[in-house]
DNA sequence: TTGAAAGCGCTAACAC
DNA sequence: GTGTTAGCGCTTTCAA
């Protein structure tokens, strides 16, 4: 077979037209059963597979889902990844990745899958809208779309992600129920992550009836520089904390690098918690405490979602939190007054 | 616009036939200058993009590739795709990606995509070729194929992977450099990967004119359990190596973990050394001293070979091998007599 | 239950 | 340099 056979070597070989072998194959149910034996065989015997180009210019589906994230090698966006992938492949959906590396001009470039009709929906993973999109009037119309770990500012789309706040706040209790009452909050931020994080600590801190000091809430970006930096300007203080609680595993990391480079001893001297459950996050020394984000699941779900949709069907709720573990390791020690 | 406008639209705005819009766009040299500036024209006030579906099924091209790999989420292989995205992208390209598993039933789903025109070549993380390809009469046409990382045993598939004999050599070589004599190999194997990194060492062995004791290479599975398992076998033993080099850090960090556990101080007391540069290296205590593996380049190499492949091109080689890089940190110290 | 035929939007051969 | 036209392989009316 130096060429593929078509849908009409298909039908001349079981001697039927190709419209009936088209039906035989996409809805059985309207052929006759001696008729789409014949189907099959010829099908069988010609190693015939549906040109999906071609049933895809006909149908204007692609069955393709386009992935932004600004960078997948990120462990956790990965981990999400394969979930797509995976709820995505299930219903016989494939899945196109776009990296973005948060450059506007690629995010764009990438719409050319949705304007060119190569992908039916979209997955965001970057926090916004791409600027084609966005824009007053769109260079594109809007695909389905679903955002996911990040909800979208100013933006009704639908989302998918861990609870944050519950997730900070199940932590910032944890810390409380180690007999811990001054607890820093490290990674105060401008993003809606940041936001919903410190809103749980919040929240937890107000629920144990705890007083949070002003000077134990400190912005401090997502990294281990961070985490680093935010300790740093901690010990220029007179009052300090017992506990940490950090905005996720990457700071906490700088944290635990910081303290233990003053030579503190961790967790007697001081406990910290991070958030996340990053892959290196129980390599450390000590073991860190943290909030598992159901990676896997976030992902699932968000292509659950989104598939939902793109079968015209409105979804129930327009937004999916789903819950963080706690993952107890040696990082939070009972506090000794 | 309800509908999106197609090329006929375009070529009545502008006053010309479609041949002219499709030559316009695609071979802009052999239209008149001013014809394509009344076309370019009615394509901006038309918001006309190609579709891509009608364009893949008239040039039986997709411009997509296929890469199927074991584990999207797994370090290792996330970073590779991030250089495989990039060089794709950078050239027109858009990937599509198959998370197997190791499952062979979800390999041989993948290749619909092959069989039915949705991806024009394969990139493989896998190891093997797929099911329905290996077959002595494959069911799909073989497209054009690059393997990643793992050379496909048996079959003459261009290769695209670290160098992993001169690799673990130049590690060896640097732990022999520290006074080191009596140096363990942790990782023996079946497996291409295994074997090259064992040949790597007893390269340097040899080169060094050191005697390998048997008892010093031991099986073990590249990761933390084969790790520390190694060790404790190593342990029954009379004679101990002062360096043991892993065939990966995943092992090496066992190995650590082991090690610390039975009260060793390290590197005072033994040497470690590892191999990818894996995340969380640089945060064991002690940060281990590995060899890196510039997994970027390998993604983007590997896809340049194969974009190159699809233009016809017969590669210049057929297997590209990459440098990895010494990265010096802390399991390693000079070797006391 | 089946077949004939239109047509999805595009590219490329051919003619002018 | 440009236009006409065939046809890529399929799904889906419409008629029988």
Redesign the interface.
């Known amino acids: 077979m130096a060429k ?1 056979a078509t849908i009409e070597d298909v039908a001349s070989l079981a001697g039927v037209s190709i419209a009936t072998v088209s039906r035989a194959l996409n809805e059985p149910g309207k052929v006759a059963d001696t008729t789409r034996r014949k189907v099959i065989a010829a099908v069988a015997q010609t ?1 015939y ?6 049933r ?2 006909r149908t ?1 589906k ?1 069955n ?1 889902i386009l992935i932004l994230a600004p ?5 956790n966006f ?2 999400i ?2 979930g797509l ?2 709820a995505a ?1 299930k219903r016989g959906y ?6 973005t590396q948060n450059d506007p001009s ?1 995010e764009t ?1 990438y719409l ?2 949705i ?4 992908a039916d929906g979209l997955i965001l993973l970057t926090g916004h809208l791409p600027f084609g999109l966005a824009a007053q009037k769109p ?1 594109v ?1 809007l695909p389905p779309i679903v955002a996911v770990n990040e909800p979208l500012p100013d933006a009704d789309i639908p989302f998918v992600g861990v609870d944050n706040v519950e997730g900070v706040r199940t932590a910032a209790e944890h810390l409380i129920s180690q007999g811990h009452t001054r607890i820093a909050f490290l990674g105060r931020g401008a993003s809606a992550i940041a936001r919903m994080r410190e809103a749980g600590y919040r929240k937890a801190m107000e629920g144990a009836g705890l007083r949070i000091d002003p000077s134990f809430v400190l912005e401090c970006e997502g990294t281990t520089e961070g985490g680093r930096g935010a300790v740093e300007r901690m010990f220029v203080r007179d009052r300090l904390p017992s506990a940490f609680l950090c905005v996720n595993d990457a700071a906490a ?1 700088g944290v635990i690098i910081s303290l233990s480079a003053r030579g503190y001893q961790l967790p007697r001297d001081f406990s910290v918690m991070g958030f996340d459950d990053i ?2 996050a129980s ?3 000590p073991p860190l405490t943290t909030m598992k984000q159901p990676r896997h699941d976030i992902g699932a779900a968000s292509m659950d979602l989104l598939l939902t949709m793109l079968e015209g069907i409105e979804p129930r709720s327009r937004q999916v939190l789903l819950r963080a573990d706690l993952i107890l390791r040696n990082s939070v020690a009972m506090h000794r007054r």
Do not use: C, H
């Not at 960078?71 to 462990?75: K, L, N, S, Y």
């Not at 304007?115 to 190569?118: C, E, G, T, V």
């Open positions: 593929p190693g597979t549906t040109n999906a180009m071609a895809n210019l204007r692609s393709m960078d997948v090698g990120d462990p990965s981990n990844l394969v992938e995976t492949s494939g899945i196109l990745i776009g990296n690629r470039d050319r899958f304007s060119s009709n190569q260079a119309r990391l892959s290196y390599f450390v020394t």
